[in-house]
């Protein structure tokens, strides 16, 4: 397998300068061994002879002079001789930092794979290799979930570790005939060759990368958890598609799929599809159109009734998303909402909607509420407090009329930022609903660790409450929980009389649904609040006083 594993030395090479002047040495020392040698041969033959003759026969005297010249023959060719071990020994640490140069080139420093640079050279030798036997190749591209998030709770010495691990377990993955590369941040390749048709083989290969990258890695007493999506795309090299065309269109492909992957939730592996193609160009296009529609007005307020279950009095209502496009007529917050999300626009664009519904709630009956859903990733905002009072003061809005839903995944986050907020905003007296309770798996420990005012039965088991005995024994779980709390409850998705008449068995609720209306627009509210007198006396204007000045973020990452 290819991926230059062998880390860099990181040594300095050897300037042109340097090597010339070396050069010179070398050739004058190579000079220098080769007189000596000639010497050696001529005065060598001389001095001996006189010696031999001096010790065996007791006659004649050898020639100092030339006995000196000898010994400094002598000398000079063990000279020579080092000077010779040197110069191989310089010659293989060159090549070694040659080599090491090399593969500083081609490969990532940090995991020692290939290097995006050098991707293209490799994946083209793959594909031949791959053409030469009748195979294909199979490109995974692994992105891994999540990663930023580590790095942020973790510091970046962790998310180095979390690199290293990863390029790691899935190397222990590879097969001989295949490639690894890091494209850079969290994004690997992988490119193997497989014989037409085993598909099987190939899933069976990515599940064990998604289980091998989702098992936690400990590095320094941290111990962090990422996963992995893997986008899956195969192909074999011809006539229309030569090497370095089939190479690019795998990684296009590959990428797609992975980002779909994503889209499913992550942690899985997803084959292309040409459908994904147009998925993705419509996925740009609604992040574009979110861009462009925010600005001008098309994010508008819609208002779901609340009601006493037990009267029928209308007690508030929730302000639910609603875009209304141009080009494509209303569209649901469950579409655009975790787009917004993903590309950082929830914060603006909850906020605009807020100070929209704020103006709206503040002709209605001051005895109506308004609840507003807010995403997990706003509760991450340690300036979100501060900025929901100043939109409340800039309205001149009642804290105590508003509540904030959110949703059971919000105790997954980080929980003392997320009390520390909650805390904050009742100290306003803003209440906090928990919503669609039941679909998140939160524990009742969970639950007690924080404040809530009340909490919503998820619209799911609601409105199959006469359908499934599941839902029904759920609801009946919950309405206990909520008295053993003291925590009042609202039923979602209330649809029928039927679902009506059985809910009100488990208690007294607070309840919403289509049976009382589906949601409604600012105007229309305001009309049918006028049927039934409840509009706001005049004046509202200066009558609402806040408890206390807005903690500071630092008191509520405390
Ligand atoms: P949610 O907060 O649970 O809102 C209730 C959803 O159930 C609404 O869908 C509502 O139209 C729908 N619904 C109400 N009664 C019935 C019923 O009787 N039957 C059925 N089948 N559905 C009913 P919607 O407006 O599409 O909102 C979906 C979700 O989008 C909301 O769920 C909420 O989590 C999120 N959302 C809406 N507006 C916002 C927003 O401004 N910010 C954030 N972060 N999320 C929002
Ligand atoms: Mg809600
Ligand atoms: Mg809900």
Redesign the pocket.
Known sequence: MTNGSEHSAGKEFSKPVASLERAERDLIALGIIVAAIILFVGTGSTVLTGIVRKWVYGIGNPDTLLANALILNIALIIFGWRRYVELNREIAERRKAELTAQRLAHTDALTGCLNRRSLDDSLAALIDSADTTGDEVIMMMIDLDKFKNSNDLHGHHVGDAVLIETAQRIEALMTERSLMARLGGDEFICALIFAPGSETAIERLAVQLNDALARPIECKGVRAEVTASIGIASGAKGAVNPAGQLAQDLLHRSDVAMYQAKRRGRNRFCWFEPSMETELRFRNELENSIREGLPRGEFV??Y?KQVDLETGEITGF?????WVSPRRGVI???IF?PVA?EIGL?SE??ET??SLALQDAKSWDPRLTLS????PL?LRDTWFAQRLLKLLVEANFPPTRLEI?I?ETCLHENIGVVRSLITSLKNQGIRISL??FGTGYSSLAQLRTLPFDRI?I??SF??TLNSNADSSSIIEAISSLGRGMALPITA????SAEVLVALRKFGTFKG????YG??LTGQEVMSELAEHKLLSPQSPADQYLFAEEPESPAAINS
Do not use: C, F, H
């Not at 929730?318 to 609603?322: D, G, K």
């Not at 979602?492 to 649809?495: L, N, S, T, V």
């Not at 919403?512 to 049976?515: D, K, V």
């Open positions: 307020p819609y779901e929730e302000m639910l998303a609603r649901s917050p469950e909402i999300e929830i664009l909850s909607l807020i507003v859903n807010i995403s706003q839903e949703t919503d669609d919503k998820d619209r609601v409105s979602e998705g209330i649809e919403q649904g289509y049976l589906k949601p």
